[in-house]
């Protein structure tokens, strides 16, 4: 008998079938699974930002194994996975590239009005409008990296690339070639223009972009944050953008997604995407097939390819 398993987010067609091959997929609506499916799902396939509510989990007696599309555990109960003997796992290595790759072009898109000149060259405004405001040049600027993991390392290579000079903060110094180590954050923030966050979400890290960092990072600073929304106190950038003390944001994340406050949607100094960064075919096809190879590993009783728990 095929085992039963929870897919939770939607994944491309190709892994979906493969899903479907192997086991008995179940789609729940919202998160709520019928009382009789519920003692028999044994895996879940979900996303990082997803991941698996609590009362879900302890809804599911029979859950073995947790397979992440991402690399967050966040939104997943470490603790009590490992408490009640739950496997985790991630797609680490795959994604890194396409996530750096966004850090940039949001970088690129908010300070050179990229959306702006786009919206006035389809609106056939070109030759009869007032041109869009300057941009901003982004070669050259300072640098700052919140969290130095690999994308955080793949966004200092692409800046390094930019001719920046830079900087990061982590919690101990990586010896990175050509990359400075500032143990505090609110000093960081203090040496640069630039400040991209690729730190993990968590408990950790929660707020702790907040309205000194803010402030200090200034009127021509930017904020990029490609890793949680979790990791921004969003009143205080809501608050720092409509004050001007903060010169813009690039952010495909947010504290409450799909919810994005109104005054960040309808701000000219941000640039918004819906948690896209590792949206790209070639990477959701190599997580998915990742998600396939751990499972398949679990239920075969082979050690896992990319486990964390
Ligand atoms: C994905 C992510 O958008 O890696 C993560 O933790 O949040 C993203 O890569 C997501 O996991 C896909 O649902």
């Not at 895996?43 to 991941?51: C, F, K, L, N, P």
């Not at 967050?72 to 994604?95: F, H, K, N, S, Y």
């Not at 869009?132 to 640098?143: K, T």
């Amino acid at each position: 008998m095929k085992p039963e398993i929870l897919l939770l987010e939607p994944m491309m067609d190709p892994i979906k079938k493969q899903l479907e091959a192997a086991y008995v997929v179940h789609r729940p609506e919202g998160m709520g699974v019928p009382a009789d499916v519920a003692p028999r799902i044994r895996g879940i396939a979900t996303g990082g930002g997803t991941g698996v509510p609590r009362a879900l989990m302890d809804g599911l007696p029979a859950l073995e194994i947790i397979a992440i599309n991402g690399i967050g555990t966040d939104a997943v109960d470490l603790v009590e996975a490992r408490r009640r003997g739950i496997r985790v796992t991630t797609t680490p290595g795959v994604l890194t590239d396409d996530v750096a790759d966004m850090g940039m072009g949001l970088l690129l898109s908010l300070l050179r009005g990229l959306p702006q000149s786009d919206r006035y060259v389809r609106a056939g405004e070109w030759g009869h409008a007032p041109a869009p405001a300057l941009g901003h040049r982004v070669s050259g600027r300072r640098m700052g990296i919140f969290g130095m993991g690999h994308v955080g390392q793949a966004i200092a290579a692409r800046a390094r690339a930019f001719g920046m000079p830079i900087a990061y903060t982590d919690y101990h110094d990586k010896h990175l070639p050509d990359c400075v180590f500032v143990p505090e954050l609110l000093t960081l923030a203090r040496e640069v223009d630039t400040l991209v966050i690729a730190a993990s979400g968590g408990a950790g890290s929660r707020n702790l972009v907040n309205a000194p960092v803010l402030a200090a990072l200034g009127p021509e600073g930017v904020l990029i944050n490609i890793a949680r929304g979790s990791i921004v106190d969003e009143a205080a950038l809501v608050a720092a953008l409509a004050a001007g003390t903060l010169g813009g944001a690039g952010l495909d994340v947010f504290a409450h997604e799909p919810d994005v406050p109104e005054a960040l949607r309808t701000s000219p100094r941000t640039v918004l995407q819906p948690h896209r960064a590792s949206a790209t075919i070639e990477t959701r096809l190599a997580m998915g097939e990742l998600v396939v190879a751990n499972l398949a590993a679990h239920f075969a009783n082979r050690p896992l390819p990319t486990p964390v728990v």
